[in-house]
């Protein structure tokens, strides 16, 4: 079996940014090959006319190309880890409350990885984020986004809930 096709596997498989340091490991091949081996990869994915590329931002990844997001958001649904998916609960409720959302109080009340959490859910469309009136805080929001992925969006009844602040209720409904 040729290298790259292995590497190629080792990408399509775990569906998470890798290093070069880890692909030799689970191969057991040497990381200077390995590495060379990665870049003819990143080649042919960058030479041909497919909607796959190799992102090497944080590491090597298979992802579908910008371009073709508007196929795979109607296809695949966000996926959102539970500690992301906290994180999230946490900052909707905040705002259910018609409270202001803090980065630096969700941080707080957390831990330390929420700003990873932060960044996956800005990536994911769900919060934006933005710089509070003193300039030196960001304040997080849910998006339209976040109302669609959890087919708020469109459902008056919710959004009325949503907008009185009545959370026990909102809750209560998403129960039935």
């Known amino acids: 079996m040729e290298l790259k096709s292995r590497i190629e596997a080792v990408l399509f498989v775990?569906?998470?940014?890798?290093?070069?340091?880890?692909?030799?490991?689970?191969?057991?091949?040497?990381e200077e090959e390995t590495a060379n081996a990665m870049?003819?990869?990143?080649?042919?994915y960058s030479s041909r006319d497919g909607a796959l590329e190799i992102?090497?931002?944080n590491g090597y990844i298979i992802q579908v190309k910008e371009e073709y997001s508007d196929i795979t958001d109607k296809l695949c649904p966000v996926d959102i880890s539970p500690a992301v998916l906290k994180t999230l609960s946490v900052i909707a409720l905040k705002e259910l409350k018609k409270e202001p959302v803090r980065?630096?109080?969700?941080?707080?009340?957390?831990?330390?990885?929420?700003?990873?959490?932060?960044?996956?859910?800005?990536?994911?469309?769900l919060i934006s984020r933005y710089k509070d009136k003193n300039g030196r805080s960001y304040n997080l929001k849910t998006?339209?986004?976040?109302?669609?992925?959890?087919?708020i969006k469109g459902n008056t009844e919710i959004l009325s809930k949503m907008?009185?602040?009545?959370?026990?209720e909102l809750l209560e409904l998403n129960k039935q």
């Open 55 to 57: 992102d090497d931002e």
């Open 103 to 125: 980065q630096s109080e969700i941080k707080e009340l957390r831990g330390a990885n929420t700003y990873e959490h932060i960044k996956d859910l800005i990536s994911k469309g």
């Open 14 to 30: 775990t569906g998470k940014a890798v290093t070069i340091e880890e692909i030799a490991k689970i191969l057991e091949t040497d």
């Open 143 to 151: 998006t339209p986004k976040f109302l669609e992925y959890f087919k």
């Open 39 to 44: 870049l003819d990869l990143i080649y042919d």
């Open 163 to 168: 907008e009185n602040g009545r959370l026990s």
